[in-house]
């Protein structure tokens, strides 16, 4: 089983991780007005950010990093992932300014973070990861974040996007 660290401590995730070349699993979430949302749902270039809580500061910023590269990423679209309930995400992206990337919730029941192995067990938590899909939906690029107080490499996902657009 993998694990994650946190502080110190290592953390359970349940399932195995993905790998480059996998098919992205299809998997329900939750739009900021509570309708479903399914992965199979999406197209194009897609960027997957799962993070623990975008109400915390390395969550915060990686989403307005994203947020703010969108402008030299045309036509790819760009989700960011926690278990933070959709009101809560919703308040979140109008205090930030938010509008180039969408939240969306695992909240009910983590299917989005079992299907990708960053559903940390004891905390009913997303771990931090990046996931690059491409059109066909295959993983071009991923990072499972080995630490959840740490950012992902964003120069790293930012050259596999760059290859792709």
Known sequence: MATVNFNGADLKLINSPLAVGDQMPDARLFDNDLNE??????SG??????????DTPVCDLEVRTFNTKSS?????????ISA???????????GSGIEAVQTLSDYNGGQ???ATGTFIQDLALLSRAVFIVKQD???AY??????LGNPPDYEAA???LAQLV
């Open 37 to 42: 949302f399914k992965v199979s749902q999406t």
């Open 45 to 54: 270039v897609r960027v997957f950010l799962t993070v623990p809580s975008l």
């Open 72 to 80: 030299e990423l045309p036509g790819v679209s760009i989700f960011a």
């Open 84 to 94: 933070d309930l959709p009101f809560a995400q919703a308040r979140w992206c109008a």
């Open 112 to 114: 989005f973070g079992k």
């Open 137 to 139: 939906g295959q993983i």
């Open 142 to 147: 991923l990072q499972y974040v080995p630490e």
């Open 158 to 160: 930012y050259a596999c």
